[in-house]
């Protein structure tokens, strides 16, 4: 019998091999393919043992799984994930050639852990996680994520790095795999009860994390325990994971973009140059905290009844808290600056924005709003939005049952049942906006895209004696509860060929049902009630930003500024908030995606005396039934408006439709020599739209008549890849390898702008009675695209003790109109090295990628600037059971930058956050 060398064969030697994230087995304990059966001690021994003892042997072993697939992956086992500065799973992938990483989903800006995963240059959408094989149902804890921008992306932040045995990163599809990953599929592999090497295993980790801009230490926990009967033949494992830590961003943000001069405003009249030139809306200081409490576990049973057959039932649940408090205190300038009024001399206009300019304070008779006659002495020259979130949350959680029956020497057949679930939730938004200074002047010089603006105003910005209630507002979505949920039913076969005279080596077959539904269906959008503008209502108490705010943000601007405690802000809308669950019943953000997907694939391997590959075709079937509301009807519309909401009548709409792809691959992998391979893929893969882009939530601003809104009729993404690839095993820890890709994308989801009358809010509720305008909603559309590039990679074992590892991946994408592709940076490299003996190890390591197309917001393009992370690793081993570790996270202390470009006046600042840096320190324990 000739025996395969495969992926999965390499998997089990490993798995078997690696016994817990702090520790491998002894350098002196026997394999435990002694308890393996006779097919599996044949591939152990074709492989050869290997024995994980740390970073050293752990690269050596993912090293060993790249080379033996026969498709393009990456790998890293449980033992790099232990020893690299990395918090989740996606602080580790993100050092791989070709991985980016991003802190965040929708418009909330970044903060200092990694959340979604991309590859090669590509939005996160467009790469699949799976966990074991399956798909994971996931949740946000921000409410943009919930119901405006919702991607299919995983949530990273539910996933800590304690539960898994290894990662594999398929750059490569094959028929075999679960479809949605256009540019790539992300699987984590969790450990299993047969898999450890002693028939009692336990494990446990204590410690705290500290976290220098909050400057508060929080405590840390991780425990697993593993029992298997002596005979192999059934074992239980239990996980849990306990972490919290303090979170504080501090912050500046241009919100609502940048506003045009008319021709006929005061300020132009007064000043002909200033005509048409733009300028910053709302500048203002954003001081964000969070305290985050990760919390879960794992159980897994695991039971052979016979040499042949294998059961497993597996279980997982994390969950997010997610409080938080963001307060922004912002120079309102579009109340004062179409005026003119107290504009001094020395003004600068550049790329049509004006960029410096100082108001000084308005005389008495000037006028700020000609219309109504306000008088700019009583005009609030800004405004403070002070949200509270207690009890925002998200969660995921999977339950699974897999069969793997050995039928013969040739025929394998494996199954699997489970359902899956994420949720996100924000029952509770209290919220105050709040007009100040009036008449107070206000000044501010922009300093770039890299640089917070410096500003400040009139006043007195330490207290809240300056408040103009009436000129604010309360609003926030309550009682949002978002769910994400899956059931699947997989069935997998392999028949094996000894010998073949078309060198097929075996046929992989499979069928696979699942009836995944994403929705949000109740969301209560408040509003002030009773004698809310009252400042005699408004609590007396009230708190400071810290006092190294403005210096940590590297910015010149008012401080420290005041702010209500959450506990006052709850009180407050407990009072003057309006609640009611029919009159404030906010519809826009409703919708509900289910999609029935029904996918076949057949698949054959084959070998030769220096070659392998693959060939197959996957079948998938797609019914979607698409639930959203308008304020119009449409052909897709309930035949009659829903009528009680303030937000206006609305009609519920269900757009139903189906469609079939097939999706072939190929892989070929030829070995020149022992060492040295290369590598061809070419395959057809899909991602289905957004959940947003098809039923997204219609969000508006009655100031600047924008928006943005969804569109069910999208069509599925198309990729055509082809990958290409040469690797040079030149040491047992040492690679070469250079690669380059492309992907040309078929009706790839891009925005474009339409007008659409909607119901103004804002105008409504000054007028009296219903007010219809004219809005530029941004809306998904389909295009084409492509992205092309190249990836290098250079792993070098110095001596027996140190090591380092470098690669590059370069990416180009456009859309058609040469427009961007959301999350292409075209520039990643991550560099590291590390030190390892008996006693120590220790990791250094460098991330950068360069700018990238973040989203859109409103009608501008929004991106983030390029940025470099700075992480190290610490750790000792006091004796055979016990370890201490030190993690320090973004020890350069990155500063996140993100600018809005606009054909009208090109580069601008919009955002900027710096988070500080973390440090963590466990003590690990093993029996």
């Known amino acids: 019998m000739s025996y395969r060398r495969t992926l999965l064969a390499a998997s089990i030697i490993a798995s078997l091999c690696i016994t817990g994230t702090a520790y491998g087995q002894d350098a002196g304990t026997t394999s435990t393919t002694q308890q393996q059966t006779k097919a599996d001690r044949a591939k152990a021994k074709e492989l050869g043992q290997v024995t994980v003892v740390g970073i050293r042997d752990s690269e050596a072993e993912s090293l060993n799984l790249k080379k033996e697939a026969n498709s393009h992956v990456e790998v890293i086992t449980a033992e790099d994930i232990g020893k690299l500065p990395a918090k989740n799973v996606a602080d580790t992938l993100q050092r791989l050639p070709g991985v980016n990483i991003s802190s965040s989903s929708a418009t909330e800006g970044g903060f200092d852990e990694s959340d979604r995963v991309s590859l090669r240059g590509t939005n996160p959408s467009m790469t699949q996680t799976l966990v074991n094989g399956h798909t994971v149902g996931t949740g946000d804890w921000f409410v943009l994520s919930q119901v405006q921008t919702v991607g299919r992306s995983v949530s990273y932040s539910l996933l800590p790095s304690e539960i898994v045995s290894e990662v594999v990163v398929h750059k490569s599809s094959e028929a075999k795999l679960q479809e949605g990953g256009s540019a790539g599929t992300v699987d984590i592999i969790t450990r299993k009860p047969l898999e450890f090497a002693k028939p009692l295993t336990a494990e446990a980790s204590i410690g705290g994390v ?26 239980v494992m239990a996980q849990a994971f306990y972490e919290k830590r303090s979170l504080q961003r501090n912050g500046q943000e241009i919100v609502g973009g940048y506003n045009q001069i008319g021709a006929k405003d005061p300020i132009a009249v007064a000043h002909p140059d200033l005509a048409g030139v733009y300028y910053p809306n709302e500048t203002g200081q954003t001081f964000f905290t969070q305290t985050r409490e990760r919390k879960g576990g794992a159980i897994d049973l695991q039971w052979k009844p016979l040499d042949n057959l294998t059961l497993n039932l597996n279980s997982f649940y994390s969950k997010l808290k997610a409080d938080n408090y963001n307060r922004n205190y912002m120079m309102w300038a579009s109340k004062f600056v179409p005026s003119g009024a107290g504009l001094q001399s020395g003004y600068q206009v550049k790329n049509n924005v004006l960029t410096n300019a100082n108001f000084a304070a308005p005389g008495p008779t000037d006028v700020c709003d000609a219309a109504s006659g306000t008088l700019c002495k009583d005009t609030p020259y800004g405004v403070y939005d002070m949200i509270s979130r207690p009890k925002a949350s998200s969660s995921s959680a999977y339950t699974t049952l897999d069969a793997d029956w050995r039928a013969t020497d040739h025929l394998t057949f494996t199954g699997q049942i489970g359902t899956t679930q994420g949720k996100g939730d924000s029952p509770t938004q209290d919220v105050s906006e709040l007009g100040f200074g009036a008449g107070a002047g206000a000044n501010w010089a922009m300093r770039g895209t890299g640089s917070p603006t410096n500003w400040g105003m009139g006043g007195d910005n330490s207290s809240p004696s300056g408040i103009l209630p009436s000129q604010g507002w309360i609003f926030g979505g309550q009682d949002i509860h978002v769910k994400d949920k899956e059931n699947f039913y997989q ?8 010998d073949s005279k078309f060198f097929l080596s075996s046929l992989d077959f499979g069928v696979r049902y699942s009836d995944h539904t994403r929705e949000s269906k109740s969301e209560i959008a408040q509003g002030p009630k009773g004698d809310w503008t009252n400042p005699a209502n ?54 509900k995606v289910n999609e029935k997907d029904t996918a076949l694939y057949l698949q054959a391997n084959f070998s030769g005396d220096r070659w392998s590959g693959n060939f197959g075709v996957r079948y998938v079937d797609t019914k979607e039934n698409i639930t959203y509301n308008t304020p119009v009807a449409t052909q897709y519309s309930s035949s009659v408006p829903i009528t009680g909401s303030a937000f206006g009548d609305y009609y519920k709409n269900v757009y139903k439709h189906s469609y079939g792809k097939v999706l072939p691959s190929v892989n070929f992998k030829f070995n020149l020599t022992d060492d040295l391979l290369a590598r061809f893929a070419a395959s057809q893969t899909m991602t289905r739209p957004d959940y947003s882009a098809l039923a997204g939530s219609v969000s508006l601003d009655d100031l600047t008549h924008t928006g943005s809104g969804g569109n069910p009729q999208l069509k599925p993404l198309i990729a055509t890849n082809f990958d290409a690839g040469m690797e040079w095993y030149f040491a047992p820890r040492g690679l070469v390898s250079a690669g380059v890709y492309t992907m040309q994308l078929s009706d790839y989801v891009t925005f474009a702008n339409q007008n659409i009358l909607f119901k103004d809010q804002q105008a409504s509720n000054n007028a009296g009675h219903d007010v219809f305008s004219n809005y530029q909603v941004s809306v998904p559309s389909n295009t084409n695209g492509n992205v092309k590039g190249v990836e290098l990679n250079y792993i070098q074992p110095i001596g027996e003790n140190f090591g380092v590892q470098t690669n590059y991946t370069y990416a180009s994408g456009h859309a058609d109109g040469n427009k961007p592709l959301q999350g292409t940076s075209k520039h990643t490299y991550n560099v590291s090295g590390y030190f390892e003996n008996s006693l120590f190890n220790a990791r250094l390591s460098y991330t950068y990628r360069s700018s990238f197309f973040d989203g859109v917001s409103r009608t501008d393009t929004f991106y983030q600037a390029g940025i470099g992370n700075l992480a190290f690793s610490l750790g000792y081993n006091i004796n055979e059971w ?11 202390n990155p500063k996140l930058k993100y600018y809005t470009v606009n054909p009208a006046y090109g580069r601008q600042p919009s955002a900027f956050y710096v988070n500080g840096r973390q440090y963590y320190v466990n003590l690990r324990f093993k029996l």
Do not use: C, E, I
């Not at 929080?218 to 059934?234: A, E, H, I, R, Y």
């Not at 016990?882 to 350069?892: K, R, V, W």
């Open 538 to 591: 408004y609590p007396q108490s009230f708190q400071h930003y810290p006092s190294s705010f403005n210096s940590d943000l590297g910015v010149n601007a008012p401080g420290p500024v005041w702010f209500y405690s959450p506990g006052a802000l709850a009180a407050f809308n407990a009072k003057y908030a309006n609640r009611d669950p029919v009159a404030r019943f906010y519809w826009p953000d409703l919708y």
């Open 210 to 235: 500290y976290a220098d801009l909050p400057g508060d230490t929080k405590p840390q926990f991780s425990g697993l325990v593993n029992w298997k009967n002596n005979d192999n033949t059934f074992g």
């Open 491 to 498: 069935a997998d076969g392999s028949l094996a060929f000894d």
């Open 882 to 892: 016990m370890a201490l570790s030190f993690d320090a996270m973004n020890l350069n």
